[in-house]
């Protein structure tokens, strides 16, 4: 007997309603029955349900690593600010200091001893990485993560830049770069050729993941050129995208990259409080580069925008890593974001959409790009 032969509805029309609920709800409605459980956690109703909420524009959250052992969730829905508190240690020797990226629902986190922890905020479904066996001492050496999600062969990859400090006393004459792809599918790690560009940066910044592709800030040979490296997943290698053409090229490197509405960002800090935003509204086309700036905010060190809470221009910003505050770009006003828990600096703070893909599932599932 069908879970829907009660219900005066065709299971397709409620199938479609399911689809529209959020993730925490479908999570509460697999608790009814088995038969209901079973519908909830196919991988076809899972996978529409994930592209419905894009399609929907469903807001991102933010999460923040408060402690090395806990972390918050956070909704802002106009005014109002929602914090859920959560009590993460999947082991006495995690101790989380870095948010690495994230990915349909999936957030990838550093922990202090160099390992890689991949959780689902909403479901608290985790899975531990395995230690690269290629990794190097990071005693003279650093290291730069990303995460995404490769469209062609349906593969969630952790991707891993690593070289030797040479300004460092240990190693003071080597130069040489590695690359190590972690496949979620596959469950190993390997080594591949290494990046044509030079990411020896003052800012050991993450990957951050747009079309496909991860993207870092980097130096191209030999005039050392800035360049925006594009690493694309699927062939797992560097196209460079196209800068806005106005910036310096010597010196853009500096700069920081984000995703804000699905689209690549550059943040420039040209003068004292104030930055520049520039927005690639089409991906890879050069003239699709658009600009709003932020300005008036105080900052020490840095002023990440995060995303956009409202239609009419409201942006969320990581200040030094010691508040959030609101910048409304058509007003160019700001008002401090109040986080219940939130009283001191701040480890780490990034974005997620709530899903409910598992990192430990093997059958992991993506969305079309």
């Known amino acids: 007997m069908s879970i829907f032969s009660k219900v005066n509805l065709p299971e397709e029309l409620l199938i479609n309603i399911f689809c529209r609920l959020p993730a925490k709800s479908i999570g509460q409605l697999r608790c009814v029955s088995n038969p209901l459980n079973s519908l909830l956690t196919n991988k076809h109703f899972l996978k529409n349900h ?75 479904d985790f899975k531990k990485i395995p230690s690269c066996p290629f990794a190097l001492d990071p005693i003279g050496s650093f290291s730069m993560y990303g995460f995404g999600y490769d469209y062609v062969n349906e593969d969630y990859k952790i991707v891993v830049i690593s ?89 853009f490197v500096f700069d920081k990259l984000v995703v804000l509405k699905g689209c690549l960002c550059m943040i420039d800090n040209p003068e004292g409080s104030r930055i520049n935003v520039w927005m690639m509204k089409e991906y890879g086309v050069e003239e699709s580069w658009t600009k709003f700036c932020v300005d008036g905010i105080d900052f020490y060190d840095f002023l990440k925008p995060l995303c956009f809470i409202r239609d009419d221009g409201e942006v969320v910003l990581n200040v030094d890593g010691e508040k959030l505050m609101v910048y409304n770009v058509q007003e160019e006003n700001s008002r401090d974001l109040e986080v219940d828990g939130i009283t001191d600096r701040f480890d780490s703070v990034g974005t997620f959409v709530e899903s409910l893909v598992s990192p430990a599932d093997p059958n992991l599932f993506g969305i079309e790009a």
């Open 50 to 124: 994930f592209t419905s909420k894009i399609h929907f524009q469903e807001p991102e959250k933010l999460m923040i690593l408060s402690n090395s052992t806990s972390f918050h969730t956070i909704t802002i829905k106009y005014n109002n600010v929602f914090s859920n508190f959560v009590n993460f240690q999947p082991t006495p020797s995690d101790h989380f200091v870095e948010i690495c990226g994230s990915c349909n629902g999936l957030v990838l986190i550093l922990n202090n001893n160099d390992s890689l922890v991949l959780i689902n905020p909403l479901t608290l």
């Open 163 to 251: 070289r030797y400090d040479h300004d460092n006393e240990y190693e003071p004459d080597i130069l040489d770069m590695f690359m190590d792809i972690y496949s979620l599918k596959v469950g190993s790690w390997k080594r591949i050729k290494s990046s044509p560009y030079d990411h020896a940066v003052a800012e050991l910044a993450s990957g951050v993941f747009v079309n496909g592709a991860l993207h870092w800030l980097a130096s191209k040979m030999p005039d050392y050129a800035s360049v925006i490296g594009g690493f694309v997943l699927s062939d797992e290698e560097f196209v460079e995208v196209p800068a806005p053409s106005c910036l310096d090229k010597s010196k």
